[in-house]
């Protein structure tokens, strides 16, 4: 937590200098060491009166008022909304409080981290890439702006390129005006800005979700390399070509973290252009975190396979915009959005777009609002009750609703989208609601010849219970390439994120709000940032491990995770769990890997010496009897057990010395067995092996995967867990 130490009056006959080093001084013979000092201090009052503002912990700030020099220790309050409101539920911050014990504090806020985005470019314009208060570019960069005159590079934005190549090669010339890093879409500001955006106040939509926005490491600095450009009618965004291309530029060019919120189906690795340069920018340390998709809830959606990178899902947090329809029978529903309201009050008519096809359309196109489906005769004035999905974009329905004519929209889910739901900024008066309500909704429509409705106006509700729960949407494993291998790897906020965007069209939004994988893969990569900041000698495999171990399997309530229909989540959807920034910063004991292991890896996928060692550019030869069940991963899955399987890992200690007791939560119908059941660590950076043992026990029908826990404990600070995930041949 923060706290003002007033310290009274200013004494006349000392420079300001030498008070600011008295209150280091001071602060020091509280806290110890000058490090200590150095993260705590936020400001010193040393002008008009005498004191200062640090990050103390309750112990430390008693202790302070306990002084006889000090006059009082006041709790810094903080007393506004989050707009990127996922930093406070993930625990970075509280009411806009940042603690001494936050990943935030400890880590500087990710000073100096450069996170580069492969994206849709920048809109540099935004507040979330000025540089005020920046010092000079870490002197490691090799990078730049590419048309600086169209979007110059600052001491925040330290590079921006863009990679259009493949792009024509595959679907024709471009506009000469689009040759620029500019984003003119939104989606590459909004992923760029919440990994690594700066503090910025006073963020709303349409009113909403008032309060600062910010990224991740919102002291990184940060570069856009544009890989993305506006669809084609042959379906193409993204063209793997300049995607490697702009991995190989990041490289070089210094970055410590890559962030890539796109992907394609899953190939073999060797196949997989993505899979290739990732690998390469681990080699030189690089973490890549990757989006799992948006294919979900289908099981085997999920995509971005390579073990080398951290493959993220999307979750809920506990905020939510809510807006209610208020049908004529007394019947409230609950749902979400972030558009104006109504011109005026009272009910207004109801009409399901099924009742409102136009001659020539199909019923089909109709119930889902699709564009030419609609009678705008039928529609005029009226809400009109769409179906979600059909390869139509939420906001796209509220287009041709309102060009129809409607005064406003209700966006009801489809069974397999359950309860989750978006809050969009739509373009005219609308709500989302879930499966369930939508089937009340429709009820009530055809219960009566004139159904009447109003939507309310959205409001900001917090500490919504349960959360987080996964997001429809989200992509499922297995893994369809290897499913020995967990994917995806952990989930985090994807649903209703503000962040910044374009200001290219109109509605001119310079923050919008939006969902997806796309949202979340950004929240890890700020985390992964302040990670590498505070640990600069972890390898992108340690810091994988660091934040699979620790994360969260249990949501606000105590209990355990829930999907979009609230049955009970597995690891096919939220990988290892919620992610926990502050836990993840001391995990304990990690999983770590080489880029030998990667290589061991590549041999069990039948890849001979030969083409291994052009990938690694150094010779290598596989080993004999090497299996996949050994790659040292932080989660363990077996694939169609047959008789009695052992599967070997390796410990790195990167706490203090300590003894560590397993225990095992067993996938139902499975024996599981650890030897040793105890590792001891003398010293940082010692290395133990164990091995787990399993079989079907025969005491159930194993028809489909079952799902059960491994934890190493200290019994005090440290638990580092693993899924356990097993299917039976």
Same mark, same amino acid.
């Given at each position: 937590?923060?706290?003002?130490?007033?310290?009274?009056?200013?004494?006349?006959?000392?420079?300001?200098?030498?008070?600011?080093?008295?209150?280091?001084?001071?602060?020091?013979?509280?806290?110890?060491?000058?490090?200590r000092?150095?993260?705590?201090?936020?400001?010193?009052?040393?002008?008009?009166?005498?004191?200062?503002?640090?990050?103390?912990?309750?112990?430390?700030?008693?202790?302070?008022?306990?002084?006889?020099?000090?006059?009082?220790?006041?709790?810094?309050?903080?007393?506004?909304?989050?707009?990127?409101?996922?930093?406070?539920?993930?625990?970075?911050?509280?009411?806009?409080?940042?603690?001494?014990?936050?990943?935030?504090?400890?880590?500087?806020?990710?000073?100096?981290?450069?996170?580069?985005?492969?994206?849709?470019?920048?809109?540099?314009?935004?507040?979330?890439?000025?540089?005020?208060?920046?010092?000079?570019?870490?002197?490691?960069?090799?990078?730049?702006?590419?048309?600086?005159?169209?979007?110059?590079?600052?001491?925040?934005?330290?590079?921006?390129?863009?990679?259009n190549?493949?792009?024509?090669?595959?679907?024709?010339?471009?506009?000469?005006?689009?040759?620029?890093?500019?984003?003119?879409?939104?989606?590459?500001?909004?992923?760029?800005?919440?990994?690594?955006g700066?503090?910025?106040?006073?963020?709303?939509?349409?009113?909403?979700?008032t309060?600062?926005?910010?990224?991740?490491?919102?002291?990184?600095?940060?570069?856009?390399?544009?890989?993305?450009?506006?669809?084609?009618?042959?379906?193409?965004?993204?063209?793997?070509?300049?995607?490697?291309?702009?991995?190989?530029?990041?490289?070089?060019?210094?970055?410590?973290?890559?962030?890539?919120?796109?992907?394609?189906?899953?190939?073999?690795?060797?196949?997989?252009?993505?899979?290739?340069?990732?690998?390469?920018?681990?080699?030189?340390?690089?973490?890549?975190?990757?989006?799992?998709?948006?294919?979900?809830?289908?099981?085997?959606?999920?995509?971005?396979?390579?073990?080398?990178?951290?493959?993220?899902?999307a979750?809920?947090?506990?905020?939510?915009?809510?807006?209610?329809?208020?049908?004529?029978?007394?019947?409230?529903?609950?749902?979400?959005?972030?558009?104006?309201p109504?011109?005026?009050?009272g009910?207004?008519?109801?009409?399901?777009?099924?009742?409102?096809?136009?001659?020539?359309?199909?019923?089909?196109?109709?119930?889902?609002?699709?564009?030419?489906a609609?009678?705008?005769?039928k529609?005029?004035?009226?809400?009109?009750?769409?179906?979600?999905?059909?390869?139509?974009?939420?906001?796209?329905?509220?287009?041709?609703?309102?060009?129809?004519?409607?005064?406003?929209?209700?966006?009801? /889910?489809?069974?397999? &989208?359950? $309860?989750?739901?978006? =809050?969009? +900024?739509?373009?005219?008066? *609308?709500?989302?609601i879930?499966?369930?309500?939508?089937?009340?909704?429709?009820t009530?429509?055809?219960?009566?010849?004139?159904?009447?409705?109003?939507?309310?106006?959205?409001?900001?509700?917090?500490?919504?219970?349960?959360?987080?729960?996964?997001?429809?949407?989200?992509?499922?494993?297995?893994?369809?390439?290897?499913?020995?291998?967990?994917?995806?790897?952990?989930?985090?906020?994807?649903?209703?994120?503000?962040?910044?965007?374009?200001?290219?069209?109109?509605?001119?939004?310079?923050?919008?709000?939006?969902?997806?994988?796309?949202?979340?893969?950004?929240?890890?990569?700020?985390?992964?940032?302040?990670?590498?900041?505070?640990?600069?000698?972890?390898?992108?495999?340690?810091?994988?491990?660091?934040?699979?171990?620790?994360?969260?399997?249990?949501?606000?309530?105590? /209990?355990?995770?829930? &999907?979009? $229909?609230k049955?009970? =989540?597995? +690891?096919?959807?939220?990988? *290892?769990?919620?992610?926990?920034?502050?836990?993840?910063?001391?995990?304990?004991?990690?999983?770590?890997?080489?880029?030998?292991?990667?290589?061991?890896?590549?041999?069990?996928?039948?890849?001979?010496?030969?083409?291994?060692?052009?990938?690694?550019?150094?010779?290598?030869?596989?080993?004999?009897?090497?299996?996949?069940?050994?790659?040292?991963?932080?989660?363990?899955?077996?694939?169609?057990?047959?008789?009695?399987?052992?599967?070997?890992?390796?410990?790195t200690?990167?706490?203090?010395?300590?003894?560590?007791?397993?225990?095992?939560?067993?996938?139902?119908?499975?024996s599981?067995?650890?030897?040793?059941?105890?590792?001891?660590?003398?010293?940082?950076?010692?290395?133990?092996?164990?091995?787990?043992?399993?079989?079907?026990?025969?005491?159930?029908?194993?028809?489909?995967?079952?799902?059960?826990?491994?934890?190493?404990?200290?019994?005090?600070?440290?638990?580092?867990?693993?899924?356990?995930?097993?299917?039976?041949?």
């Amino acid at each position: 937590m923060s706290y003002i130490v007033y310290l009274g009056g200013i004494n006349q006959e000392l420079e300001a200098s030498q008070i600011k080093d008295s209150h280091f001084e001071f602060l020091g013979s509280i806290l110890g060491r000058k490090e200590r000092v150095d993260e705590a201090l936020i400001y010193s009052y040393n002008k008009q009166f005498n004191g200062f503002a640090a990050l103390l912990d309750e112990e430390d700030a008693a202790k302070l008022a306990e002084h006889p020099d000090v006059v009082t220790v006041i709790h810094n309050k903080g007393r506004k909304l989050h707009t990127t409101h996922s930093w406070d539920f993930l625990k970075l911050e509280k009411n806009e409080v940042i603690g001494s014990s936050s990943l935030w504090t400890k880590a500087k806020f990710g000073e100096n981290i450069i996170i580069a985005n492969l994206d849709t470019g920048v809109w540099h314009e935004s507040k979330s890439f000025n540089d005020y208060g920046y010092g000079p570019i870490p002197s490691k960069w090799k990078g730049g702006c590419e048309n600086e005159t169209l979007v110059p590079c600052n001491n925040k934005l330290i590079g921006a390129k863009y990679y259009n190549k493949g792009f024509q090669a595959r679907y024709g010339k471009l506009n000469s005006s689009m040759n620029t890093p500019h984003d003119h879409e939104g989606h590459g500001s909004h992923t760029l800005s919440t990994a690594g955006g700066n503090f910025v106040p006073g963020v709303s939509i349409n009113g909403l979700g008032t309060g600062t926005a910010k990224g991740g490491s919102p002291r990184a600095r940060v570069a856009a390399y544009k890989v993305c450009w506006p669809p084609t009618l042959l379906g193409g965004q993204c063209d793997d070509a300049d995607i490697v291309k702009a991995f190989e530029s990041a490289i070089h060019d210094g970055v410590d973290v890559i962030s890539i919120s796109l992907g394609g189906p899953p190939a073999e690795y060797m196949n997989d252009g993505l899979a290739i340069a990732s690998f390469h920018a681990v080699k030189k340390g690089i973490t890549v975190v990757f989006s799992a998709g948006n294919d979900g809830p289908t099981p085997g959606s999920v995509t971005n396979l390579a073990p080398w990178a951290i493959t993220v899902g999307a979750s809920t947090t506990d905020r939510e915009f809510q807006s209610f329809l208020d049908l004529a029978n007394e019947l409230n529903l609950k749902g979400l959005s972030m558009s104006k309201p109504l011109p005026h009050s009272g009910f207004y008519p109801l009409i399901n777009a099924a009742n409102a096809k136009a001659e020539n359309g199909s019923m089909i196109n109709a119930t889902l609002c699709a564009e030419g489906a609609l009678d705008p005769k039928k529609v005029e004035g009226k809400i009109l009750v769409c179906l979600r999905g059909g390869n139509m974009g939420r906001v796209e329905k509220g287009v041709v609703a309102a060009s129809a004519g409607a005064a406003g929209m209700i966006l009801c /889910n489809a069974e397999a &989208d359950g $309860n989750e739901l978006i =809050a969009d +900024p739509h373009v005219l008066p *609308a709500t989302h609601i879930t499966y369930a309500d939508g089937l009340r909704l429709f009820t009530y429509l055809n219960s009566t010849n004139e159904p009447l409705g109003y939507i309310t106006q959205p409001e900001t509700a917090l500490n919504i219970k349960p959360a987080p729960f996964m997001a429809g949407f989200s992509s499922r494993g297995p893994n369809t390439i290897t499913p020995e291998i967990l994917k995806p790897d952990i989930t985090a906020p994807g649903v209703n994120i503000i962040a910044a965007y374009s200001e290219n069209e109109e509605p001119v939004l310079p923050y919008n709000i939006l969902s997806g994988t796309s949202m979340s893969c950004p929240h890890v990569a700020g985390v992964v940032g302040l990670l590498k900041s505070i640990h600069p000698d972890w390898s992108p495999a340690a810091i994988k491990s660091a934040i699979m171990t620790t994360a969260n399997i249990k949501d606000n309530n105590g /209990n355990p995770m829930l &999907d979009e $229909n609230k049955n009970e =989540a597995n +690891p096919f959807s939220r990988g *290892a769990g919620d992610i926990d920034p502050n836990r993840a910063m001391n995990p304990g004991l990690v999983y770590d890997s080489t880029v030998n292991d990667y290589l061991d890896f590549l041999c069990t996928r039948g890849y001979n010496n030969t083409i291994i060692q052009k990938f690694s550019d150094h010779p290598y030869q596989c080993l004999e009897n090497n299996s996949i069940l050994d790659f040292n991963y932080p989660s363990i899955t077996v694939h169609k057990l047959n008789g009695t399987v052992t599967v070997t890992r390796r410990l790195t200690n990167v706490g203090p010395p300590g003894i560590y007791t397993v225990g095992v939560k067993s996938p139902a119908g499975i024996s599981v067995d650890v030897k040793p059941n105890i590792l001891a660590f003398g010293k940082k950076g010692e290395v133990q092996k164990f091995e787990l043992t399993m079989k079907a026990d025969g005491t159930s029908v194993i028809r489909d995967y079952v799902f059960g826990e491994l934890i190493w404990s200290n019994g005090k600070h440290y638990h580092v867990k693993s899924p356990i995930v097993v299917s039976v041949a």
